[in-house]
Structures are given as structure tokens and as C-alpha cells.
């Protein structure tokens, strides 16, 4: 909310006082017609009301988009700081308000249930990853190793096959 609204409205408020204030001065002094003074202070006092009205009508819609904004905020922010398995802490509570009440359980925990089971899961899961890697890792280096170099003289001629136009020229004319 922005306080400078405030503090505007109030110095404005306190114009208005000192406006007030000087025409009930006036009233008192006999060079001035009292019913044109008192008709000049209902206006001033009108002005008042209105530039009033006119802020508060306006405030609902300040105070509303400083809610919005600042509800969105917390709820995301609590979104982000929410643990996920606090649910099922949430769900295990109400069954058991349930369960208290006597009515039947709309959902089943399952027993032995642990919240850090999933989180040993994906070590175990890891760690077997890593032995199946390493494994994986040892074997090929076995098979490269084991791979004797082609000779030379087989890698220097060309292969041909009996298919090549080469070969068919020359077994016609030989």
C-alpha cells in the first residue's frame, strides 16, 4: 500500500481544516455577511467529502491489488518451502481422524510406509548404475585389448569381389 495516498490525503484533510476554520472566522466579523460565508463553508466542507469519497471509493481497489499480489506471493512461496511428503503425512492424519470416527478409510497407507524410502530407492539405484557402469567400463577395455592389429599386407591390397566390372572384363578374355 502506497503511504503517500495517506499522507496526501491527510495534508489535504488538514487544508481543508485550515480553510474551515478561517471562514468561521469570517462569520464572527461583522464586515461580512454571515449566510455568504456559511454557504462558502459548505462548499469547502463538500469539496472535503467528496475528495474523500473519491479515495475511499478508490481504496477497496488499492487495498485489493496489494491482497492479490500478496497472496499469490505467499502461496507460491510456500509452494516453493512445501516438502512433497507432507501430504502423506496429511493423508495419514485425516484416515486417522477418520479411522477415530468410525468411518470407513477413503485411502490406504501402506504399513511399514517410510518417508526416506524413496530417497534410499534412488541411492540403491545409483549405486547399482555405478557397478553396472564400472563393469561395463572393464569388459570393454578387454575386448580392445584383446583385438589383435589386421596385418599389413592385408590392408594394403585392394578387395575386390567377382562382381566388379574389373573382374567380369577379365575373365572374358583370359
Not at 13 to 35: C, P, T, W
Not at 143 to 148: M, Q, Y
Request: charged share 40%; hydrophobic share 30%.
Amino acid at each position: 500500500m502506497n503511504l503517500r495516498l495517506f499522507q496526501e490525503l491527510m495534508e489535504l484533510n488538514l487544508a481543508f481544516e485550515q480553510v474551515i476554520r478561517g471562514l468561521q472566522r469570517m462569520e464572527k466579523v461583522k464586515l461580512y455577511h454571515s449566510d455568504i460565508i456559511r454557504c462558502a463553508r459548505a462548499d469547502v466542507e463538500s469539496a472535503r467529502v467528496d475528495a474523500n469519497r473519491e479515495f475511499f471509493d478508490n481504496f477497496d481497489e488499492i487495498v485489493e491489488d496489494d491482497a492479490v499480489w500478496a497472496y499469490k506471493f505467499q502461496r507460491e512461496y510456500n509452494k516453493k518451502i512445501k516438502d512433497p511428503d507432507d501430504i502423506y503425512l496429511e493423508i495419514k492424519d485425516s484416515e486417522e481422524r477418520r479411522k477415530k470416527k468410525g468411518l470407513p478409510p477413503r485411502l490406504v497407507i501402506l504399513p511399514g510406509w517410510d518417508m526416506s524410502d524413496e530417497e534410499r530407492y534412488g541411492e540403491e539405484q545409483a549405486k547399482k548404475r555405478k557397478r553396472v557402469g564400472n563393469k561395463g567400463q572393464k569388459t570393454t577395455k578387454k575386448r580392445k585389448s584383446n583385438h589383435s592389429k589386421p596385418s599389413r599386407g592385408a590392408t594394403d591390397r585392394p578387395q575386390t569381389d567377382a562382381t566388379t566390372p574389373e573382374k567380369e572384363a577379365t575373365n572374358g578374355e583370359t
